[in-house]
């Protein structure tokens, strides 16, 4: 484990460093920014993962029912979380352009939703479905090979909003109309995950409600991230104009 001792890390960046177990002792740490999977996280002698995780639940009361194992209150955290991104693919129609600008190196909205695409295929056609099909070219996986740009996946592509929202739009109906007959002991059950070696090689062996609840977290999770980063242009803009 590195140790930095008497170090000046004014304005580092850590981005998908596992930080498990770090220790920052007697440190000046203001105006820091931490997103992430943080559990058991201990400030000043205070556990303060409860704290945050009971604010996030005020804020977005979705989470309640993405932790839910009743098909009933998943298929409604679905449609929220459809809702959501369609309320944000009208606010980007208002600002053509914005769907392209991106800040502090994270995805566009484009890329974003493209991700998403992948997401769909991958955990829930493929874990939930047990689909062997290829993937949608448009979609965006992960950096590590062999599948960065495998199973179907063209990263040359270049589709536009429409497009994408378009493929968006019928994964989402498809989502639902899985829920809307779903069972909560057939959620229980292993996920039916083909056996290839295909995107993701880790979900064998996991239920299919954990292999949901990876693509509702997604879709959550991203959203956030979109909606952040517009924000964050629109200011920008602002401060220029």
């Given at each position: 484990?590195?140790?930095?001792?008497?170090?000046?890390?004014?304005?580092?960046?850590?981005?998908?460093c596992?930080?498990?177990?770090?220790?920052?002792?007697?440190?000046?740490?203001?105006?820091?920014?931490?997103?992430?999977?943080?559990?058991n996280?201990v400030?000043?002698?205070?556990?303060?993962?409860?704290?945050?995780e009971?604010?996030?639940?005020?804020?977005h009361?979705v989470?309640?029912?993405?932790?839910?194992?009743?098909?009933?209150?998943?298929?409604?955290?679905?449609?929220?979380?459809?809702?959501?991104?369609?309320?944000t693919?009208?606010?980007?129609?208002?600002?053509?352009?914005?769907?392209?600008?991106?800040?502090?190196?994270?995805?566009?909205?484009?890329?974003?939703?493209?991700?998403?695409?992948?997401v769909?295929?991958?955990w829930?056609?493929?874990?939930?479905?047990?689909?062997?099909?290829?993937?949608?070219?448009?979609?965006?996986g992960?950096?590590?090979?062999?599948?960065?740009?495998?199973?179907?996946?063209?990263?040359?592509?270049?589709?536009?909003?429409?497009?994408?929202?378009?493929?968006?739009?019928?994964?989402?109906?498809?989502?639902?109309?899985?829920?809307?007959g779903?069972?909560?002991?057939?959620?229980?059950?292993?996920?039916?995950?083909?056996?290839?070696?295909?995107?993701?090689?880790?979900?064998?062996?996991?239920?299919?409600?954990?292999?949901?609840r990876?693509?509702?977290?997604?879709?959550?999770?991203?959203?956030?991230?979109?909606?952040?980063?517009?924000d964050?242009?629109?200011?920008?803009?602002?401060?220029?104009?």
């Amino acid at each position: 484990m590195a140790r930095y001792i008497g170090e000046d890390l004014h304005g580092a960046e850590f981005r998908e460093c596992d930080l498990t177990g770090a220790r920052l002792i007697g440190v000046v740490l203001q105006d820091a920014v931490i997103d992430g999977f943080v559990t058991n996280l201990v400030v000043n002698g205070v556990e303060v993962t409860g704290y945050v995780e009971a604010e996030l639940d005020r804020r977005h009361p979705v989470r309640l029912l993405l932790r839910s194992d009743d098909p009933a209150d998943l298929r409604e955290a679905a449609r929220e979380l459809h809702a959501g991104w369609a309320a944000t693919v009208e606010r980007i129609r208002r600002a053509p352009g914005i769907e392209r600008g991106s800040v502090n190196d994270e995805w566009s909205a484009v890329q974003t939703m493209r991700h998403l695409v992948f997401v769909h295929d991958s955990w829930f056609r493929r874990c939930c479905l047990g689909s062997a099909e290829l993937f949608t070219p448009m979609g965006i996986g992960p950096d590590v090979e062999p599948y960065r740009e495998a199973h179907g996946l063209d990263l040359s592509l270049d589709p536009d909003l429409d497009e994408i929202v378009s493929v968006r739009e019928a994964q989402a109906a498809e989502l639902e109309a899985w829920l809307g007959g779903v069972t909560a002991e057939q959620l229980a059950a292993p996920a039916p995950v083909p056996e290839d070696d295909v995107w993701p090689p880790y979900a064998r062996g996991r239920s299919a409600l954990q292999c949901l609840r990876t693509v509702l977290n997604e879709t959550f999770q991203h959203h956030g991230f979109c909606v952040r980063d517009l924000d964050l242009i629109d200011a920008r803009d602002a401060s220029t104009a």
